[in-house]
């Protein structure tokens, strides 16, 4: 095994999605038996490659053919040509629950607009692909590995968007007060182009980054995602009122500050059910592979959820599992 392959087996979680066949369905196995199965899926917490699916003939040199930079492994289809390229990161960018969006959005417009030029199928989830260690492909490997910074040689990506102008009649009482209405003036149309709660959210906490970027003096994180949560409840809530684009969003009159400190106690409550509910799931998911070794550490791996968080949950989360320690 070369260095892109150990460095493909690395980068796996200590448990990995699989199948031979998509129509039996995927399970997750063990990394030790992942060469077995004809399918993986990559680290879904740890972003460490741009994936890419190219379902035509002799597509495995489609990169040179559009000036793009060498893919790290090539994994082909002998029957018909059909490839998988991946593009290995020197950094991962992350996508656990604490993790900025900012690097997310750069991951993806890369991907999106490299997807493009390669014509590679736009339905491809990019958490599945071709193992390259499993013998029922032909597996091409490059010493190549890149900084997102690096594909800005390659590729030309669009130009983010200024904040909207604000109508006369805002009064505007500092940062968070432009913040809010910028942001939430841009949610009404916006939040329509979502199904989900969590990926809308993500979205708006970005464009709030994105605004923010634009102050003198910008606010700090916390502040940012406290009014980009407070903003996307509410659209979510009112996104299908037929009066939703001429209601107008307040919060009593409290300033924005006192908006962001409200709710603290229901915001925990909620936290914390959502964090207990992803382990008791990843609890159950991990229980049939590692049965009484399913370990705080696994779970951590399987979530992307600290390990603090996984300590204070564990014995809750795993009590229904009679897990013997």
């Not at 070369?2 to 369905?25: M, P, S």
């Not at 492909?137 to 909207?164: C, G, M, Q």
């Not at 634009?214 to 407070?230: G, H, M, N, V, Y």
């Not at 009593?252 to 400190?261: G, K, L």
Request: hydrophobic fraction near 35%.
């Amino acid at each position: 095994m070369n260095q892109q392959l150990e460095d493909f087996y690395n980068h796996l979680n200590k448990a990995v999605v699989t199948t031979n066949d998509f129509a039996e369905g995927t399970k997750f196995r063990k990394r030790e038996k992942v060469d077995q199965f004809a399918y993986c899926g990559l680290n879904p917490v740890y972003r460490a490659y741009l994936s890419f699916d190219l379902d035509s003939p002799a597509s495995a040199c489609r990169f040179e053919d559009v000036n793009l930079p060498t893919p790290t492994i090539i994994t082909v289809n002998r029957k018909n040509g059909h490839s998988h390229m991946l593009y290995r990161l020197n950094t991962p960018v992350a996508y656990h629950k604490t993790s900025r969006s900012a690097p997310q959005d750069y991951f993806e417009a890369i991907q999106s607009e490299m997807e493009s030029r390669l014509s590679a199928d736009p339905a491809f989830n990019h958490t599945l692909t071709k193992n390259p260690l499993h013998p029922a492909w032909e597996v091409i490997t490059f010493p190549a590995s890149y900084d997102l910074t690096d594909f800005t040689e390659w590729i030309d990506l669009p130009k983010r968007s200024t904040a909207h102008s604000l109508p006369d009649n805002i009064v505007i009482q500092g940062r968070n007060d432009e913040l809010f209405h910028t942001l939430r003036l841009w949610a009404y149309s916006a939040v329509r182009q979502h199904g989900d709660f969590d990926a809308w959210y993500q979205t708006a906490l970005a464009r709030a980054e994105e605004i923010n970027a634009q102050f003198d003096r910008p606010l700090q994180f916390s502040e940012i995602k406290a009014t980009a949560r407070s903003v996307a409840k509410w659209h979510w809530k009112n996104r299908n009122s037929v009066d939703s684009r001429r209601r107008v969003l307040s919060f009593t009159d409290e300033t924005a500050i006192e908006r962001m400190r409200s709710g603290a106690d229901h915001t925990n409550a909620v936290r914390r059910q959502k964090s207990l509910d992803t382990l008791v799931k990843a609890a159950n998911e991990l229980y049939p592979i590692y049965g009484n070794e399913l370990s705080r550490r696994l779970l951590m791996e399987h979530t992307g959820m600290n390990i603090k968080t996984v300590s204070k949950y564990f014995q809750e989360a795993t009590a229904p599992l009679g897990l013997r320690h």
